[in-house]
């Protein structure tokens, strides 16, 4: 009879950029406490309360050289989460150098951490998460280089899944809903759009957290 295979985390070495942010955060809290030893990769700082049994790296993910610096700080790697990102203020992400810095953060940091931490993950035959968006299966007017990035990062997911399939890694993304979290705080955005609320077949999600 064939075993059934072990979903734990236990003892698993995770790596989450923009670990401080409310997804990457949510997502260091559950690793945690299902037993995981847990690193946040961020250019902001631990929120107050944070676990001090989380590690914590300061780092810009647009920077080549913290990033290969970190790789060769981590001893071992079984999951690399790249959660790091940012979205602009309604249309500023229309001018050249906004657009340009965007994709920088979601799509070529996703691509710095993954050269990186190729053979750590080889040595594990561990797994690489990508968070994608809703947005990037539709428009985003207000924010086109978030649309772009988060649409290129299911597309650079799809061909890191090929090329590194060889090395034994499995490589996937979760494409989130809007979410309420700071940086949906910062550019004022307390509800979901109508427009998007009805592509949620449940609801918002903290309709269903409240529900």
């Known amino acids: 009879m064939a075993t059934a295979p072990d979903f734990s985390v236990r003892g698993k070495h995770v790596l989450i950029t ?5 997804i990457g955060g949510a997502l260091a809290k559950a690793f945690l406490d299902h037993g995981a030893h847990v690193t946040v990769a961020d250019i902001a700082a631990t ?27 981590v ?20 001018k050249t150098e906004m657009f340009k810095d965007i994709l920088d953060i979601h799509l070529v940091g996703n691509l710095r951490f993954a050269n ?9 035959k561990g797994c690489l998460i990508n968070i994608a968006s809703m ?5 985003s007017p ?11 990062v299911v597309s650079l997911t799809k061909s890191l899944a090929i090329a590194f399939a060889e090395d034994g890694i499995r490589v996937n993304a979760v494409a989130c809903a809007q979410m309420y979290n700071d940086e949906s705080q910062r550019l004022g955005r307390s509800s979901v759009a109508p427009q998007d609320a009805r592509r949620i077949p449940h609801g918002p999600l903290d309709d269903l957290v409240q529900g």
């Open 18 to 22: 923009g670990g401080t942010g409310g």
């Open 47 to 73: 929120k107050d309360g944070t676990d001090p049994s989380i590690r914590y790296e300061q780092l810009d993910v647009r920077d080549d050289a913290a990033v290969e610096a970190l790789a060769a700080r």
């Open 75 to 94: 001893p071992k790697l079984d999951v690399l989460i790249h959660c790091a990102g940012r979205i602009a203020s309604a249309y500023e992400e229309y």
């Open 116 to 124: 990186a931490f190729r053979p750590h993950l080889k040595a594990s």
């Open 135 to 139: 947005y990037s299966y539709f428009g």
């Open 142 to 152: 207000y924010a086109p280089a978030y649309g772009a990035a988060k649409t290129a």
